[in-house]
Each structure stands twice: as structure tokens, then as C-alpha cells.
Nanobody, 123 residues
Framework: QAQLVESGGGLVQPGGSLRLSCAAS????????MGWYRQVPGKQRELVAD???????NYADSVKGRFTISRDNAKDTVYLQMNSLKPEDTAVYYC?????????????????WGQGTQVTVSS
């Protein structure tokens, strides 16, 4: 089991920046994907960005060029640098770790979630 602890959310004005951090502890499989999702009331949780332990990144179109995801494998920590924030970025942001492994010949993924951190972009 993995435990995820997030930090860095808060209130920021449009155009401002925030940096989210998520530290994972417990049993983390070597092969994993770490990422950030967000959710607003009444909508499904959506992927913001993720990064493999090899460093391959993936971003939602809405945040490309503004957000940067990175990770420190030695610390099992993932970061999300958010710049040029817009009111529509307001959401609860959740850290995710997808532990990837083989069960026999079947590729499996177990997902772990943080508790969520509120990001509010407002003047």
C-alpha cells in the first residue's frame, strides 16, 4: 500500500503561480506513473499531467505550456508547477500513483490517491 501526502494548494490571482508537491511512501513498485488529476463539483475527475519513472510526460491540452510536471525518483515525490493560472484551473487537485506490474503475463495497474488539495484562482 502507498500513502500520498500533498501540499502546496491555495488561493492565487489570475496569472499567478503555484507549486504542488506529493510525497509517496509505503510500497511503491519500481514501474509506476505519478500524476495529478483535478475535479470540480459535478464533473468527472480529469487528468492534468503525469510522468513515468523514466521521465516521459503527458499533459492535458488545457494546461500545455503553462504547467510542468516533474519528479524526484530518489524521494518518490512528484511536483506540479502551475504558471499563468486561470480561473478555470480552480479545482481540487489529486495526486495519483499508478503502480504497474505483471501478474503472470497480464499487465496490471493499481492506483493510489492523495486526499486532494484545493486550488482557487480568483481576483
Amino acid at each position: 500500500q502507498a500513502q500520498l501526502v500533498e501540499s502546496g494548494g491555495g488561493l492565487v490571482q489570475p496569472g499567478g503561480s503555484l507549486r504542488l508537491s506529493c510525497a509517496a511512501s509505503g510500497s511503491i513498485f519500481h514501474m509506476n506513473v505519478m500524476g495529478w488529476y483535478r475535479q470540480v463539483p459535478g464533473k468527472q475527475r480529469e487528468l492534468v499531467a503525469d510522468i513515468t519513472n523514466g521521465g516521459t510526460t503527458n499533459y492535458a491540452d488545457s494546461v500545455k505550456g503553462r504547467f510542468t510536471i516533474s519528479r524526484d525518483n530518489a524521494k518518490d515525490t512528484v511536483y506540479l508547477q502551475m504558471n499563468s493560472l486561470k480561473p478555470e484551473d480552480t479545482a481540487v487537485y489529486y495526486c495519483n500513483v499508478g503502480a504497474i506490474y505483471y501478474l503472470g503475463s497480464t499487465l496490471k495497474r493499481d492506483d493510489y490517491w492523495g486526499q486532494g488539495t484545493q486550488v482557487t484562482v480568483s481576483s
